[in-house]
């Protein structure tokens, strides 16, 4: 089946503590790209990723980072979070970049 | 960079009549227009798309228009069922990236 995985669901973790939130795709989509989503402001894209080795930032990249080492997998990366981390996270992939995006069933974070 | 404008934020209409989602975005590089639907709990899905090449798009009940000229895209539902409830998301993508609106929650009445 065709889909975005994503890991955890839920994750509950205290301000500082390194965490990494994982994503694969098996469509062998090319681009893939993180979301955060909060109440009001919509899908607000962090991070995206044309290809292997190739990352650029999004509208909301402070406090991620990313890595695309292998085509299927786009982990996000949260070095020192922080309270204002807390949120919805969706990963999704397309191909081509201008496609429907296919997203993962979304993490829900939490700092305290 | 590009900014997407959604309107209204929340819509409640009757079973059976037709509701509308308005969209403007303000890069004129953007060519692809694609809206979500979130149902709650749930990841959002593709409901339809148009391509700045093309004014108009069908897809059984639901409709998209756009004029290239204004910047400005709409989505038509017609014959609102009940399980067209949810979250609606309009977006725009110039170049690499994709910006969405802020979102409609759509209620349908009995």
């Known amino acids: 089946e065709a889909q975005v995985t994503q890991n955890p669901r839920y994750l509950i973790t205290v301000t500082g503590k390194k965490l990494t939130v994982t994503c694969s795709q098996n469509?062998?989509?090319?681009?893939m790209s993180w979301y955060r989503q909060d109440p009001g402001l919509g899908l607000r894209q962090i991070y995206y990723?044309?290809?292997?080795?190739?990352?650029d930032k999004g509208d909301v990249p402070e406090g991620y980072k990313v890595s695309r080492k292998e085509k299927r997998n786009f982990p996000l990366i949260l070095e020192s979070p922080s309270p204002n981390q807390t949120s919805l996270y969706f990963c999704?992939?397309?191909?081509?970049?201008?496609?429907?995006?296919?997203f993962g069933n979304g993490t829900r974070l939490t700092v305290t | 960079g590009e900014n997407v404008e959604q309107h209204p934020s929340t819509l409640s209409v009757q079973e059976g009549d037709s509701a509308v989602i308005k969209c403007t975005y303000s890069d004129s590089a953007s060519n692809y227009f694609p809206w979500y639907k979130q149902e709650l709990g749930k990841r959002p899905q593709l409901i339809i798309d148009i391509r700045s090449n093309v004014g108009e798009k069908k897809d059984q009940r639901i409709a998209v228009t756009l004029n290239k000229t204004a910047k400005h895209f709409s989505l038509h539902i017609t014959e609102t069922q009940p399980e067209d409830s949810a979250v609606y998301f309009c977006a725009a993508s110039p170049y690499d990236k994709i910006i969405f609106g802020k979102g409609t929650r759509l209620h349908i009445l009995p």
């Open positions: 469509m062998n989509h090319e681009y």
């Open positions: 999704a992939s397309s191909f081509p970049s201008t496609g429907p995006l296919h």
């Open positions: 990723s044309m290809n292997v080795e190739v990352t």
